[in-house]
């Protein structure tokens, strides 16, 4: 089976099944395993800040972002289709008593002006205590259901600035920053370096089995290692799975473009396969949307399973497709293979 479903369902490479087997461990909740410690430190030293919190997973270290920043009753704003309030099931609202408000968007990226727009402008004769207080600008570099779309750095500057002045946190839930970066050549520290917090994601691109980290300033992260012991997020002998994440770190970042190649050859042949539509210059990085115009995605999708090729349902006539360590050429084209028939016998 060609898995094309997320970039979650890499397997660990036999090199980093290796660095597993041989973690030096303590114990994560007393914050001494040593393997976690230099993941952590490895991870703000790329992302530009003081400290790091390693986390189960990449739901946990954003809503630990969202609850360190915030309190009850505040007013997130983050853009349409936002992983915090599409993906993570409600939590901002069960966790974090907060709200988040939807930005207009173009492909997943706001602007500075919409960011003030939000902000309420309380007059003598309503005063600010009758306003939800925004207190919190996210940004999602990149952004997954834009399509995998990365920020022009010069627009998230101007967010990040626009927030500040309005003396509003930030926090990026970078994810797939590493995906952003191999696509432009920007270092993730460049795209993190107007943001309070961000989150980033071993487990995607990277190809590791577990696991995010939160970035920050040294009072932020411990902050958050409250919050990440309150949401049970705190695993003992983590080294294990920090390994895999340390050694994906380290020896995985420059293949990403690999991933960005294969879905742009799965994106061209798919511009010429009757009855698909999508917008080939959208695809920028590893996920690649289509639309079907014969029949249900569902059932796309389980026409192309019986071929061989797993991908998902993203709407009623949406497809996703993740390009991802392990997929290789022939895989793309066997899939292509696969979804030509489909299409070929409606």
């Keep these: 089976m060609i898995d094309l479903r997320s970039d979650t369902v890499t397997t660990p490479t036999p090199d980093?099944?290796?660095?597993?087997?041989?973690?030096?461990?303590?114990?994560?909740?007393?914050?001494?395993?040593?393997?976690?410690?230099s993941l952590e430190h490895r991870a703000a030293e790329i992302l530009g800040k003081e400290d790091a919190v390693y986390v189960p997973t990449g739901t946990m270290s954003n809503q630990i972002a969202l609850r360190t920043h915030t309190e009850p009753g505040d007013l997130v704003l983050a853009a349409e289709g936002a992983h915090?309030?599409?993906?993570?099931?409600?939590?901002?609202?069960?966790?974090?008593?907060?709200?988040?408000?939807?930005?207009?968007?173009?492909?997943?990226?706001?602007?500075?002006?919409?960011?003030?727009?939000?902000?309420?402008?309380?007059?003598?004769?309503?005063?600010?205590?009758?306003?939800?207080?925004?207190?919190?600008?996210?940004?999602?570099?990149?952004?997954?259901?834009?399509?995998?779309?990365?920020?022009?750095?010069?627009?998230?500057?101007?967010?990040?600035?626009?927030?500040?002045?309005?003396?509003?946190?930030?926090?990026?839930?970078?994810?797939?920053?590493?995906?952003?970066?191999?696509?432009?050549?920007?270092?993730?520290?460049?795209?993190?370096?107007?943001?309070?917090?961000?989150?980033?994601?071993?487990?995607?691109?990277?190809?590791?089995?577990?696991?995010?980290?939160?970035?920050?300033?040294?009072?932020?992260?411990?902050?958050a290692r409250r919050f990440k012991q309150m949401y049970g997020g705190g695993f003992r002998q983590a080294g294990l799975l920090a390994a895999g994440a340390l050694h994906a770190l380290e020896h995985h970042r420059e293949r990403i473009a690999e991933d960005h190649a294969a879905a742009?050859?799965?994106?061209?042949?798919?511009?010429?396969?009757?009855?698909?539509?999508?917008?080939?210059?959208?695809?920028?990085?590893?996920?690649?949307?289509?639309?079907?115009?014969?029949?249900?995605?569902?059932?796309?999708?389980e026409e192309v399973h019986a071929r061989g090729a797993w991908m998902l349902p993203a709407g009623a006539h949406r497809v996703r497709a993740v390009t991802h360590l392990g997929i290789t050429t022939a895989d793309i084209d066997t899939a292509l293979g696969a979804i030509g028939e489909v299409m070929a016998g409606v």
């Design 264 to 301: 742009a050859r799965l994106t061209a042949g798919l511009a010429e396969t009757p009855g698909i539509t999508i917008d080939a210059a959208a695809v920028e990085t590893n996920l690649v949307y289509f639309g079907v115009e014969t029949m249900p995605a569902v059932r796309f999708c």
């Design 84 to 223: 915090i309030a599409s993906h993570e099931i409600g939590a901002p609202a069960a966790l974090a008593g907060v709200t988040v408000h939807a930005l207009p968007t173009h492909r997943g990226r706001f602007s500075a002006d919409d960011v003030l727009a939000a902000v309420p402008a309380p007059h003598e004769w309503l005063p600010s205590s009758l306003f939800q207080p925004p207190t919190l600008v996210e940004a999602e570099n990149t952004h997954n259901e834009a399509g995998g779309t990365v920020w022009p750095l010069d627009e998230l500057t101007a967010v990040t600035e626009a927030a500040r002045g309005a003396g509003m946190a930030t926090h990026l839930d970078g994810a797939r920053i590493w995906n952003a970066s191999a696509a432009t050549g920007i270092e993730p520290a460049a795209y993190a370096a107007g943001f309070d917090t961000v989150s980033v994601c071993f487990s995607k691109g990277l190809g590791a089995p577990v696991g995010s980290a939160l970035c920050g300033s040294a009072a932020l992260v411990e902050r």
């Design 16 to 37: 980093m099944r290796r660095a597993i087997a041989e973690a030096e461990v303590g114990d994560d909740v007393f914050h001494d395993d040593p393997t976690v410690l």
